[in-house]
């Protein structure tokens, strides 16, 4: 009798502060510690969220001090696993990939033999691996750099490059995913004494692989395409001037073409061209460019998401003048069409993103005044730029962006109203309206460059600053379209000395981030999760994103009525409640609880 008025008490009351405006500002969603025990010395490294949302996965000295293991938690319950079994004493496992239908994870580590790097794969709820990179010559490894190893898009198969056969070649293979039953298929085929394969893709309908090699002849790179599953390469950069040389290329998103950039027809010129991915056809897509020109420039070129167009920076019309430029991707009908407008002398265009929708291009460029970096739209196909990043302080400059995933706005860090201090703003891509969306900054706070992210839904953003404290950086989601609150900091208390300094992710749904602080321990990474929309959701314990009295005021009223375990979470769990095991609702109760709440 008494348990019943107290849970009727506390489900009264729990209605009546939801039904209030009296919740703090500051009392947003609790994170939840996912990583859990760490050996003394221990750390996160690296995580990453499961497509499907369901899983974090991630490589930490969790268990052994020193060694480096790969773990899956799954986020409804908490629950931890290793999977990268057993390592040889002074093993650890160095990278990782999540397949696209979330149902493995394939890493690279010195697992058997220390310092031979090979690959493994194992399902993402269990720790079962199997070795898919095969038997190794002796000393030979897997290639431990850059674009190592590739999961498939249809999740099926791995291709990665390996010095599998010979210790002074290294080659490119594709091995099935699930199985190692055989040995991994040898697809670059013969390559010359002396050659080895550089990179690779594979095509986004999983049928191909596009790889850079000098493979015919010694240290002179040309471009290749192989089906998959088989050793057939063919030559599709055609013949190259005596010097050239293919450097850097893309897949269209449709799979039909590769576009790549090469000195080909004159030795120091780099030009791009595409042709079909299965046969050697190539075409020059980049028109006539002035002497001295080039488009040899970092991130120089990005095919259209609708794979129609390309769009590119080079100095074409005048040396050393970076304009940007847009082109029909399949056809030399046509010179290129100037979409940067006209740039004076020692102006340039600095970077570019294509819009996920492919009707528009920002850029970045010292357009208008000499030296100073501001923010440009203009459509794809047409050169009508106009800025976008509004007026700027004296010494002020945009320093970095993101497009929205629904292609309708812009997201830039840039001093834009204080010289030298950054923070963030939010424009529509088409018109120069931004308004600043981190909120203010304490003195000698910045937002962190390169440490912000756009929500898949397009709603919110999270970013990183020492917005409240100088030189402690904590993390912070606000929405997207609106500066009329202030961020919330989502990253909850630290301890003395710590900060967010590991990295952060946001969830398939839109729903939570993941991160990475020293939080709870100075100096000591784990694993963390919280839900990204604040204050009211500080109140959703069963993790559905939704606050509702028949669940989670239940849960509340049962807690502090005493209930545990099954107890506490038996018929008051909504139906799309991913925090359902009792442990976790407690932690989130008791982290709510924490912030003030007045129960």
């Known amino acids: ?71 899956s938690v799954r986020l409804s319950n908490g629950v931890t696993t290793k999977l990268s079994g057993a390592l040889v004493t002074g093993g ?69 490059v390996a010095t599998k056969d010979d ?80 450097g850097s290329f893309q897949i269209s998103p449709d799979s039909a073409r590769v576009v790549f950039r090469a000195d080909k027809d004159t030795d120091g010129v780099d030009e791009l061209y595409s042709t079909p991915i299965a046969s050697s056809a190539p075409i020059k897509i980049s028109g006539t460019l002035v002497a001295g020109g080039s488009t040899n420039y970092f991130g120089s070129f990005k095919i259209s998401p609708d794979s129609a167009r390309v769009v590119f920076v080079a100095d074409k019309d005048t040396d050393d003048v970076l304009e940007l430029y847009s082109t029909p991707i399949a056809t030399n009908s046509s010179e290129p069409i100037k979409i940067s ?38 459509p794809i196909a047409s050169s009508a730029p106009i800025k976008i990043s509004g007026g700027l302080v004296t010494g002020g400059e945009v320093i970095d962006y993101r497009i929205s995933p629904d292609s309708a706005r812009v997201v830039f860090l840039a001093d834009k109203d204080i010289n030298d201090v950054q923070e963030l703003y939010s424009t529509p891509i088409a018109s120069g309206a931004p308004i600043k969306i981190s909120g203010p900054l304490v003195t000698g706070g910045n937002v962190a460059f390169g440490a912000f992210l756009i929500s898949p839904d397009s709603t919110r953003v ?20 609106t500066n009329s609150s202030a961020p919330i900091k989502i990253s909850g208390l630290l301890v ?13 749904d839109s729903a939570r981030v993941m991160f990475s602080a020293d939080k709870d321990t100075n100096d000591v990474f784990e694993l963390y999760l919280v839900q990204i929309g604040g204050t009211a959701l500080a109140l959703d314990f069963d993790g559905d994103d939704r606050v509702l009295p028949e669940t989670d005021a239940l849960l509340l009223a049962r807690y502090k009525a005493g209930f545990r375990g099954a107890a506490l979470t038996a018929n008051a769990l909504g139906v799309n409640a991913t925090a359902t095991n009792a442990n976790v609702i407690r932690s989130r109760i ?10």
Do not use: H, W
């Open 1 to 71: 009798m008494l348990k019943s008025i107290v849970l009727r008490r506390y489900a009264q009351l729990f209605c009546a502060i939801i039904a209030s405006v009296g919740l703090s500002a500051t009392l947003s969603a609790q994170p939840i510690k996912i990583s859990g025990n760490l050996v003394t010395g221990g750390e996160v490294y690296t995580f990453a969220y499961s497509p499907d949302g369901l899983y974090g996965v991630f490589i930490a000295n969790k268990d052994t001090a020193g060694k480096l293991e790969l773990y």
């Open 92 to 160: 650890s496992v160095f990278d990782l990939r999540i397949s696209a239908d979330s149902s493995r994870v394939v890493f690279l580590a010195d697992k058997d033999t220390v310092g031979i790097f090979e690959l493994y794969s194992t399902p993402i709820a269990s720790g079962a691996p199997i070795k898919i990179s095969g038997t190794l010559v002796a000393g030979g490894t897997v290639d431990f750099f850059s674009s190592n190893f590739q999961i498939s898009p249809d999740s099926t198969r791995v291709v990665f």
């Open 167 to 246: 210790i002074n070649r290294a080659e490119l293979y594709s091995a099935p995913i699930a199985t190692n039953s055989s040995e991994p298929i040898k697809i670059s085929g013969a390559i010359v004494a002396g050659g080895d394969v550089f990179n690779f893709l594979i095509s986004p309908d999983s049928a191909r692989v596009v790889f850079l090699a000098d493979k015919d002849t010694n240290d002179v790179i040309e471009l290749y395409t192989t089906p998959i599953a088989s050793n057939a390469p063919i030559k599709i950069s055609g013949p190259l001037v005596l010097g050239g040389s293919a």
């Open 341 to 378: 407008g006209t740039l004076a002398a020692n102006r340039d265009v600095n970077s570019f993103l294509i819009s996920p929708d492919s009707a528009r291009v920002v850029f970045d460029a010292d357009k208008d005044t000499n030296g100073v970096q501001e923010l440009y739209s203009t």
């Open 462 to 481: 999270v970013f990183l600053s020492d917005k409240d404290t100088d030189e402690v950086r904590e993390l912070y989601s606000t929405p997207i379209a």
């Open 496 to 508: 003395s000395g710590g900060e967010v300094d590991g990295g952060f992710r946001i969830s398939p």
């Open 590 to 599: 008791r982290a709510a609880l924490g912030a003030g709440l007045p129960f």
